[in-house]
């Protein structure tokens, strides 16, 4: 027998129960997938394994830009004592930190943490630090003494002379951008 002696409504009821069958099982599919997804979200095993790669890649991350785990836990140990003899507030501080890494300058060293730490204590613009040691990390291909012995000299001079420290910045960025114009 051939389906020409089919009524055409058979056919398309056919077709139909093909498609809802083929419906269902992707659907069954798609639940079993969800459930097994769930199981391991909810597992605590995975979520310590996550944490745990996640912990890792950060550590990674850090090594690459040049900060060691011993730097960085003499930086925040610094920092705290800093913080608990109530010379800065702690946003202000890691805002300051925060900026500095998001404009390129990487680099964790006593001099600059110092004098970071002394201008956001005294309330300075630390934009300023900020942009001139970004501007000296390009001119000088990420050269980590130039930027420390920078900010030993702002601290001497500052002292010495009295000077605030956002000031000898803003002159030194004053004088890059005059040096630098056609």
């Known amino acids: 027998m051939s389906n020409t002696n089919v009524p055409p409504n058979n056919n398309r ?14 659907l069954n599919r798609s639940l079993i997938r969800l459930r097994s997804q769930f199981e391991s979200f ?29 730097k960085l836990t003499d930086s925040l140990s610094k920092n705290s004592d800093i913080l608990n003899k109530n010379l800065t507030s702690n946003r202000e501080l890691t805002s300051a930190i925060i900026d500095r890494f998001g404009r390129g300058v ?3 060293s006593d001099a600059l943490d110092d004098l970071t730490t002394e201008m956001v204590a005294t309330g300075q613009d630390i934009r300023s630090l900020n942009r001139l040691n970004s501007d000296l990390v390009l001119f ?40 630098l114009s056609p």
């Open 13 to 26: 009821r056919n077709e139909l129960l093909e498609m809802q069958n083929r419906l269902t099982q992707d």
């Open 42 to 70: 909810v597992n605590p095993v995975t979520r310590l394994t996550d944490s745990i790669k996640k912990v890792d890649k950060t550590n990674i991350e850090a090594l690459r830009l040049g900060t060691t785990y011993q």
């Open 106 to 108: 990487r680099v964790q």
């Open 140 to 179: 000088t291909r990420n050269n980590v003494k130039s930027i420390d012995t920078l900010a030993k000299v702002n601290q001497d001079v500052s002292d010495t002379y009295g000077i605030t420290n956002d000031k000898l910045i803003n002159t030194l960025n004053s004088l890059k951008e005059t040096m």
